[in-house]
């Protein structure tokens, strides 16, 4: 069975069967790290030291590819394959740097949706989590906190819309059934009308260039076209957000380097940023860096980035 399948069998009644699933998903987890990852931290450093194999425009959006170890598929929020990543020197600590749901904040700008925008620029204002905000919304319960299970509900209906999904990928991803996933989307759908019809209007875009020009693509806010194939038009979408953040990115690395601060980079990973810092000058160094990766001019919604520092280990950040 592939994944999929077996997280379907997760959430069965019953309680052997669930545990199966679990065990197998779990083994198949610790297999591909060791043969992903750290058999390749064995077999490729050179003196404890290893260097991935970075491709600046290898997708097709233009976000880089790393390999060898395949860094940008790192298990999300899990602490194991960062914790391998140490500073440089005894004297130094990791700083990290990542862009805060710059998909969804492209999103933002890009339909021009009002709700959706405010909802951004008072959560900057107060400190506030977008996805709680949502959460609360479709559920009609402020009292809904960030812990509570089901913003994973919204931010697999967010993300499931950004990569072009329907609601029955959305509910396997998210392990619930359909007709719950429908709800989620359908209430988003009524509280931001403008993200559906920004959709529509690139797809319809999109396919005009198809017919008319042999080819549907998008255009970013540097010129560049993303083309899609003939019968994923509905990708583009997804596209015209990953490209815009890939040069985004792109561009906040360019900020970094002409504040000198290239020199202490370890990788970049994503929309995140590792950094090795001496200890001595790291508090001057996180207020630079968070200044950098932040961009603002041109953009309604502010796409602003984190900073967090000290760490003896990467891992310790997902920790």
């Known amino acids: 069975m592939d994944k999929e399948q077996l997280e379907l069998f997760t959430s069965d009644e019953q309680p052997e069967v669930r545990k199966l699933a679990e065990t197998i998903l779990s083994q198949r987890k610790a297999d591909k790290l060791a043969s992903s990852y750290f058999e390749n931290f064995i ?39 960062r914790n391998a990543f140490l500073p440089r020197n005894e ?3 990791i700083i990290a740097s990542d862009l805060d749901q710059v998909e969804f904040r492209l999103t933002a700008n890009f339909s021009e949706d009002p709700a959706l925008i405010e909802l951004f620029l008072e959560a900057d204002r107060v400190g506030g ?39 029955d990928k959305m509910a396997q991803t998210a392990g619930v059934q359909t007709h719950i996933m ?22 319809r ?52 380097d002409q504040a000198e601060l290239t020199k202490y980079l370890v990788v970049p990973v994503h929309d995140e940023i590792v950094m090795s810092v001496p200890k001595d000058i790291v ?12 961009t603002t001019e041109g953009w309604t919604v502010p796409l602003t980035a984190g900073v967090e520092g000290g760490f003896n280990r990467w891992g310790d950040k997902y920790s």
Request: with cysteine.
């Open 182 to 203: 429908r709800e989620v989307v359908d209430s988003f759908d009524r509280t931001y009308p403008g993200v559906k019809l920004f959709q529509k209007r690139t797809e």
């Open 205 to 256: 875009e999109g396919l005009d260039r198809l017919n008319n020009e042999g080819v549907g693509y998008v255009t970013t806010r540097t010129g560049r076209r993303l083309p899609c194939d003939e019968d994923r038009v509905y990708s583009l979408t997804n596209y015209l957000i990953q490209g815009s953040a890939a040069e985004i990115f792109k561009q906040n690395l360019i900020k970094l």
């Open 91 to 93: 004297d130094e600590v």
């Open 283 to 294: 508090e001057d160094v996180k207020p630079i860096v968070q200044e950098c990766m932040t």
């Open 129 to 167: 989590d977008v996805f709680t905000s949502i959460m609360q919304q479709v559920y009609q319960d402020n009292s809904l906190q960030k812990s509570d299970p089901r913003r994973k509900l919204i931010k697999g209906v967010i993300y499931g819309k950004l990569y072009g999904a329907g609601v």
């Open 43 to 81: 077999t490729r450093h050179v003196d404890g030291l290893l260097h991935p194999e970075i491709r600046i425009m290898a997708a097709r959006t233009g976000r880089m590819s790393i390999t060898e170890p395949a860094l940008q598929t790192l298990p999300s929020n899990d602490p194991l394959v």
